[in-house]
């Protein structure tokens, strides 16, 4: 069983930078992608960023400009630079691994534990 172990979370005041890192705990077969949720208190989980194996990312609206991620497709490891934070960029923000089955026919999903981001106005 793959773990994703997560890192960098804290508190920041509004307009500072923070910086996630997630490692995979042992090589992932068949990656599709990496990428970070968020889900704020009472919200549902949502995407924030993600990058394919051969490198392509996707943003969510909310975060273009601000948070850039990155990928270390040999480590399977992901990164995201969070920058010019805003109070409601708190939230609990998740790994992501997308991964195929063996035969293709199916995507199945790896998931860290989670660290906190809080921003504070």
């Known amino acids: 069983q793959v773990q994703l172990v997560e890192s960098g979370g804290g508190l920041v005041q509004a307009g500072g930078s923070l910086r996630l890192s997630c490692a995979a705990s042992?090589?992932?077969?068949?990656?599709?992608?990496m990428g970070w949720y968020r889900q704020a208190t009472g919200q549902q989980r949502e995407l924030v960023a993600s990058?394919?194996?051969?490198?392509?990312?996707n943003y969510a609206d909310s975060v273009k400009g601000r948070f850039t991620i990155s990928g270390d497709n040999a480590n399977n490891a992901v990164y995201l630079q969070l920058g010019s934070l805003k109070p409601e960029d708190t939230a609990v923000y998740y790994c992501?691994?997308?991964?195929?089955?063996?035969?293709?026919?199916?995507?199945?999903?790896?998931w860290g534990q989670g660290t906190q981001v809080t921003v504070s106005s």
């Open positions: 992501n691994a997308n991964f195929r089955s063996r035969h293709g026919l199916a995507n199945y999903d790896y």
């Open positions: 990058i394919t194996s051969d490198g392509s990312v």
């Open positions: 042992k090589s992932i077969s068949r990656l599709n992608s």
